[in-house]
């Protein structure tokens, strides 16, 4: 079956503990993505790769990393979370380079910084 | 400024009225894809229609609907006669072939639909 895993699908950390939230697809897609979804802002993208070893930032990449060593796997870190990182986070990958082919989203991760 | 709309934040109606979602776009690009994703309660997000900009064509999958608009730069969604089971939240987002990597949400319309 055709899908984007996530892993976690709840995560409550303290302050400051770094953290990985994973994201794997096994469409074979060039693009993948994260997005945060907030109440009244939609979902804002952190950061998108367009092929291996090819990252950039989206509109809200502070506190966030990403890496792009294989072609399905693109982890979220968290080098140290703060409370205004509390989100609900999506993966998303999609072929074509994402600008005319429509996303396949994983479940999502519900994350909580105290 | 690339910017997707969604001005309405919340509608509630009651099974089998007819409920249309608004979504106004704004891009300087010729070329650019719009779509729009459900996400029901149980939380995932979920692929309905995309539309490039060349075609202004309508589309209508059962009882949804979709007028597109360059001259209002509107992409509507309209759902006949709804079922308890339309009740979710729907994004309408912007891509553009300028920025293939950039994909634009709006701030999503809940629909709650009322047995």
């Known amino acids: 079956e055709a899908q984007v895993t996530q892993n976690p699908r709840y995560l409550i950390t303290v302050t400051g503990k770094k953290l990985t939230v994973t994201c794997s697809q096994n469409?074979?897609?060039?693009?993948m993505s994260w997005y945060r979804q907030d109440p009244g802002l939609g979902l804002r993208q952190i950061y998108y790769s367009m092929n291996v070893e090819v990252t950039d930032k989206g509109d809200v990449p502070e506190g966030y990393k990403v890496s792009r060593k294989e072609k399905r796997n693109f982890p979220l870190i968290l080098e140290s979370p703060s409370p205004n990182q509390t989100s609900l986070y999506f993966c998303a990958s999609s072929s074509l380079g994402g600008y005319n082919s429509p996303l396949h989203f994983g479940n999502g991760t519900r994350l909580t910084v105290t | 400024a690339q910017k997707v709309t969604q001005a309405q934040t919340e509608i509630s109606v009651v099974e089998k009225e007819d409920v249309t979602l608004d979504c106004v776009y704004e891009?300087?690009?010729?070329?650019?894809?719009l779509f729009w994703y459900k996400q029901p309660p149980s939380g995932e997000l979920v692929f309905l229609i995309r539309r490039n900009s060349f075609d202004e064509q309508n589309e209508i999958s059962g009882r949804y609907s979709w007028n597109f608009q360059k001259s209002t730069s509107s992409f509507n969604f309209t759902i006949t006669a709804s079922q308890v089971v339309d009740s979710a939240v729907y994004f309408c987002a912007l891509s553009l072939t300028s920025s293939a990597s950039k994909i634009i949400f709006g701030s999503g319309t809940r629909l709650s639909i009322r047995p």
């Open positions: 469409m074979n897609h060039e693009y």
């Open positions: 891009t300087r690009d010729t070329t650019y894809y």
